[in-house]
């Protein structure tokens, strides 16, 4: 089976590529912020989803609005957690009272954290929203 024509337009030309490849963050980034899109509108709710980086260059991968609220999230394609996945979110989190929960997505084990706080498999993604 071919991959995808998409992933021609990287120069991937099988799976082993993308793990190589430097651009995988950024594919894997996408996916996440595509499947979290497929859920909400499968749900009937708007995107509202939105990216955060401050002039420090910060990032949040994505942080999504939910009654004047923010739920954050991190996306990373490491299958390690880390505490320091969440840093951005906690300097976020120092700016505003709007962050309600936060998460890390990635390629590890589901972990139930402290402080409304979770890592959970990409797979997993839409228990973020249930």
Known sequence: MRLDWRLHLLDIT?????????LV?????????????????NKGETGNLYFYRDSNKNEVGMLVGDAGQLI????K??????ESHFNNIKKL??????????????????????????A???????????
């Open 25 to 41: 963050g950024s594919i894997f980034e996408n996916m996440v912020v595509i499947e979290c899109l497929k859920s909400r509108y």
């Open 120 to 130: 959970v498999r990409f797979d997993r993604i839409g228990s973020i929203f249930s």
């Open 72 to 75: 954050a999230v991190e996306i």
């Open 93 to 118: 989190e120092a700016l505003t009272s709007k962050v309600k929960a936060s998460y890390l997505v990635y390629d590890g084990e589901t972990i139930k954290l402290s402080n409304n706080r979770e």
């Open 14 to 22: 099988n799976p082993q590529q993308i793990l190589r490849d430097p």
């Open 77 to 82: 394609s490491s299958s390690t957690y880390r």
